[in-house]
Nanobody, 124 residues
Framework: QVQLVESGGGLVQAGGSLRLSCAAS????????MGWFRQAPGMEREFVAA????????YYADSVKGRFTISGDGAKNTAALQMNSLKPEDTAVYYC????WGAGSSHEEEYDYWGQGTQVTVSS
């Protein structure tokens, strides 16, 4: 089993930045694909970004492309999401997810492990 714990959320003004971290325990995630998803109030959870286990392939939702960067560190058993130029519409609970098959994907069903989420609030 893999446990994922997100951190780094908070309140930030529009235009600001936050860096979310995802710490894994229980098993190495070095060969895992990792993803970030988010859920705004009253909305379904949506894909944000994903990275394949090799780190060479990344995927982004159109709404965050050019502003967010996903990364993984197998040695530290962590993943991260750097969020720049934040907008009020980025406000949501952000979830880290692990794909043991390693590919990374925009589809939730590809992920076996999920964190509890961290709140990001962007004020206008």
């Amino acid at each position: 089993q893999v446990q994922l714990v997100e951190s780094g959320g908070g309140l930030v003004q529009a235009g600001g930045s936050l860096r979310l971290s995802c710490a894994a325990s229980g098993r190495t995630i070095e060969k895992y694909g990792m993803g970030w998803f988010r859920q705004a109030p009253g909305m379904e959870r949506e894909f944000v970004a994903a990275i394949g286990w090799s780190g060479g392939v990344t995927y982004y939702a159109d709404s965050v492309k050019g502003r967010f960067t996903i990364s993984g560190d197998g040695a530290k058993n962590t993943a991260a999401l750097q969020m720049n130029s934040l907008k009020p519409e980025d406000t949501a609970v952000y979830y880290c997810a692990g794909d043991p098959w390693g590919a990374g994907s925009s589809h939730e069903e590809e992920y076996d492990y999920w964190g509890q989420g961290t709140q990001v609030t962007v004020s206008s």
